[in-house]
């Protein structure tokens, strides 16, 4: 299945593709020709601060004896010119330049085109005048030379680059030992035993399907014989996934996986930016698709593709997800709606995934390799969070002392809990803060909050409440609060003499908190401590009154809190 849609893919990308036995050459010569063929120069390639050009050219291994590359080559290739001044270098060039004039005689045969036909009568009538050009003494023998007829790279044209492929197509075929099925066309035909494109999942080469191990082999078969693949099919799913990997708009590294998303047609719809740095406005849209019944650019009835990967001398496939692109947007809908929750300023930017993931951590490096995948699964297929996240999650908050729930991890929290089959009313988050809620974890989060402004606006302590007694409190709130209510009523009548506008908007505050309990509970399941801490976060950075009924202090400590 994988391979089927990447080949799919290749016949979509086919004018954007590295094709196979290319690769990009750095470039130091330029032959440059004109239309006819005539010699015009031999230039120094300077792209801004480099001394050389990338071009996409031709290339195989070549370990000893006489192997020509087309058109692009060393001097001692494409000009025959010796790499010393020996009789044996001389020797040598002579029939290194003989192998190459054969190569682009039979492609220019085959191509019919006339650029291919100038490069040929330059051979013939102006060699001997580039060879003594005054740039061929500062050539080093490993320097490459790409002619150029006018405006034109001979290894940019594609009934060229076309040509080189089915070359060699053909020199593996011949090269293999076994005809079989082939597992992706279905046709007898070669079977290849090294697949023709060199796919790397970061700096390492991963092939897909290889066999290096007695315990992998079978059936007298070895190598990529073990999965029987044509060379022509071996060729276009490599290039295919090697386009994924490099592209930066297909290709995402999170959490030590490599994703790699695409869709069967061309589609605006940009999932990675999503993930990495989402805008407002493409979120926004993503919500509004329900109504508008798809996001602007997609196409009716497209399939997106996710696979993750990791390397292990080769390819490990960690992931595999095939949806729809309208069933990947509504996902991706839920999930942005359910992570929404405001900050002291009312808004709700969306977060990065990154950001998320890092809620449960103190530092990104220690970072569980589990969770970006568990996120990016749930963000494209909808499967609920496990509880395994909220547990990092509330362990994290209980340890970071005096700013234990920051807003990513509120909202990794409400995402978690929202994610859950069987949602109850009590469970129940919303973006904004409720103060009628009716769960009682809730309220004691929001009581913690008050309790701790009130203490910062009465004292400037040392250690506040959230730093001394958060943990126990969203653990054992029947233990803690009873003592931290008495201690307010100090608190209280401080600010009663010093500031009876704040008085009384914490008493305010406090009546009608705990209004909502019969009495403490005694200890809070791990989802009630989540619950606890979207109370806490939504009490403690709600947003400003601009009315005039919260007085200035109070809006002034939770913005800064």
Known sequence: MILERLRDLHARLAGELVPAYHKKQRVPWILALDEDGRFLNIERAETGKKDYVEIVAPTLKRTSGTRALLFVDKPSYALGRPDADTEKARAQADERHTAYRRLAEACALSVN??????????????????RAHPATADMK????????VGETFLTDLPEVRAWWQEREDERAAEDSTLTARCMLCGEEKPIV???????????????????????FESYGLSRSEIAPMCQRCARMYGEALAYL???????????????????????GFDVMKLFTDPDEEQVRGLLRAPQTGMLPGTVRANDFYALAVTSNKRMVVRSWLTMTVDEVQHHLARYFERQRILDHRG??????????????????????????????EHALT?????????????????????????????????LVLLSQPDLSEERMVHEALTPDHPSAAYQCGRLLAVLDDIQRNAISPKATLVDRFYGSASATPASVFGVLLRKAQAHLGKLRKEKPGLHHHF??????????????????????????????????????????????????????S
């Open 113 to 130: 085109r006339p650029e291919t036909d100038a490069f040929l009568r330059f051979l013939d009538e102006g060699l001997e005048t580039a």
């Open 141 to 148: 023998p490993g320097d490459l030379i790409a002619p150029r």
């Open 193 to 215: 035993q090294v697949h023709p494109v060199d796919v790397r999942v970061g700096p390492d080469a991963a092939p897909l399907v290889s066999a290096n191990k007695d315990a």
């Open 245 to 267: 990997l490099k592209s930066p708009k297909h290709h995402l590294f999170l959490g030590g996986l490599h994703w790699i998303f695409w869709t069967r047609e061309e589609t």
């Open 347 to 376: 808004l709700s930017p969306p977060l990065k995934l990154l950001s998320l993931a890092g809620a449960t951590v103190r530092d990104l490096k220690d970072l569980s390799p589990q969770v970006v995948p568990l996120l990016l």
């Open 382 to 414: 909808g499967r609920p969070l496990p509880l395994s996240l909220l547990h990092r999650a509330v362990q994290r908050a209980r340890a970071d002392g005096e700013h234990p729930v920051t807003r990513p991890r509120a909202a990794l929290i409400k």
């Open 507 to 560: 008493e305010q505050m406090l009546g009608e908190i705990m209004s909502h309990f019969d009495g403490f509970p005694r200890t809070l399941s791990l989802e009630e401590q989540g619950l606890f801490a979207i109370g806490f976060y939504q009490q403690k950075y709600r947003p400003r009154k601009t009315d005039g009924d919260e007085p200035a202090e109070a809006t002034a400590e939770a913005a800064g």
